[in-house]
T-cell receptor
Framework: EAGVTQFPSHSVIEKGQTVTLRCDPI?????LYWYRRVMGKEIKFLLH????????ESGMPNNRFLAERTGGTYSTLKVQPAELEDSGVYFC????????????FGSGTRLTVV | GESVGLHLPTLSVQEGDNSIINCAYS??????FIWYKQESGKGPQFIID?????DKRQGQRVTVLLNKTVKHLSLQIAATQPGDSAVYFC????????????FGTGTLLAVQP
């Protein structure tokens, strides 16, 4: 089966610009997660979708971040306006049963804000 | 607050030796733990997991040990190979409706030929 696909793999933008990251989960996976790793620190949870609904968005850092999952398929994560501290690697993961072992991570999007 | 941390940020071993990567967790209510391997340019890859009702679980060349008394988790890799070079993360699953993971900082394992 195809894995979790993230696009783009890299993005370099200027402070104040907008960037949209996309994640295509494994087909049929209802659960979709966004995580990010900033400045070589630990990977941190951002939010969790069950189908098209946000189950938990407690990890979203502020209102400059907006995640959507229209139709319960792919998801987008928009950062507007981007700040320097948003630089990092953004990972998407999906699972069917919502258990940790069922997570499949994408390769991530490396975001650099300059 | 909840946190999962690693004692050693970098571990260098000789090819063929055994590697031990350690992790401490703080949430005593967590009942599920996972080790992930992350290679450059890739996302975290599942290695092995363990539930809190176990203290040891073995996979192919890997063993995870869980000590709930001191809230400590370790990953043992037998006969370490160059392909094992990567960053290793432990993660704690908090369960509940979200099943979100709390990750440690990561340990870089460097295998010397």
């Amino acid at each position: 089966e195809a894995g979790v696909t993230q696009f783009p793999s890299h993005s370099v933008i200027e402070k104040g610009q907008t960037v949209t990251l996309r994640c295509d989960p494994i087909s049929g996976h209802d659960n979709l997660y966004w995580y990010r790793r900033v400045m070589g620190k630990e990977i941190k949870f951002l939010l969790h979708f069950v189908k098209e609904s946000k189950q938990d968005e407690s990890g979203m850092p502020n209102n400059r971040f907006l995640a959507e999952r229209t139709g319960g398929t792919y998801s987008t994560l928009k950062v507007q306006p981007a700040e320097l501290e948003d630089s990092g690697v953004y990972f998407c993961a999906s699972s069917q049963v919502g258990l940790g072992y069922g997570y499949t991570f994408g390769s991530g999007t490396r975001l650099t804000v300059v | 607050g909840e946190s999962v941390g690693l004692h050693l940020p970098t571990l260098s071993v000789q090819e063929g030796d055994n590697s031990i990567i350690n992790c401490a967790y703080s949430n005593s209510a967590s009942d599920y733990f996972i080790w992930y391997k992350q290679e450059s340019g890739k996302g975290p890859q599942f290695i092995i997991d363990i539930r809190s009702n176990m203290d040891k679980r073995q996979g192919q060349r890997v063993t995870v040990l869980l000590n709930k008394t001191v809230k400590h988790l370790s990953l043992q890799i037998a006969a370490t190979q160059p392909g094992d070079s990567a960053v290793y993360f432990c993660a704690e699953n908090l369960g509940g409706a979200t099943n979100k993971l709390i990750f440690g900082t990561g340990t870089l394992l460097a295998v010397q030929p």
